[in-house]
């Protein structure tokens, strides 16, 4: 049976985001860098990306931020964006389905590869089709 269900307003973005942190506080590579480094406020957090995510998937200016900054001093690597994108992909296909969803994994997949060239972990010619 289909148990998994469409993204179709903010309350299954509640969900999603819930659901993909709870994996990153469990997960022994992300959860530090979240929990000891960045000593994440969760409460004043989780809403934010509510915001976040509902601005990407459905086009409404909820989220006035600017994620980019919040990484540039983390001391991230490659391996701790595999890992994300990982447990983002898993949370996803775990309870999701649908058009928004595949929309939500590139989307993911698109702002990680964007963060990592300017955090200089990548070449910026991926993604570029070879000739
Ligand atoms: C290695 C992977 C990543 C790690 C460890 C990470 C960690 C963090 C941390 C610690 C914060 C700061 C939270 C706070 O103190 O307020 C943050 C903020 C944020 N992150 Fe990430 N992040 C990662 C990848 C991503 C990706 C791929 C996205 C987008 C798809 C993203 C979107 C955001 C956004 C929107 C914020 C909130 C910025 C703001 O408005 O203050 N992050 N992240």
């Known amino acids: 049976m289909e148990n ?18 709870d994996r990153v506080n469990n997960d022994p590579m992300l959860s530090p860098i979240f929990n000891d480094q960045a000593q994440v406020n969760w409460p004043k957090h989780l809403p934010n990306m509510y915001d976040f995510w509902e601005t990407l998937l459905f086009g409404k200016a909820v989220y006035k931020g ?11 690597r490659a391996e701790h964006f595999a890992q994300w994108l990982h447990l983002f992909n898993k949370t996803v296909d775990a ?7 595949d929309e939500a994994k590139s989307k993911a997949l698109n702002i990680a590869t964007v963060f990592q ?15």
């Not at 600017?66 to 991230?76: A, D, E």
């Not at 309870?95 to 969803?101: E, N, Q, R, S």
């Open 66 to 76: 600017f994620p980019f900054p919040k990484h540039t001093t983390l001391n991230l």
């Open 95 to 101: 309870d999701f389905t649908g058009v928004l969803a």
């Open 117 to 131: 060239v300017r955090l200089g972990l990548m070449p910026a010619a991926i993604g570029v089709a070879a000739k």
């Open 4 to 21: 998994r269900i469409e993204i179709k307003g903010r309350p299954e973005i509640e969900l999603l985001v819930d659901k993909f942190y």
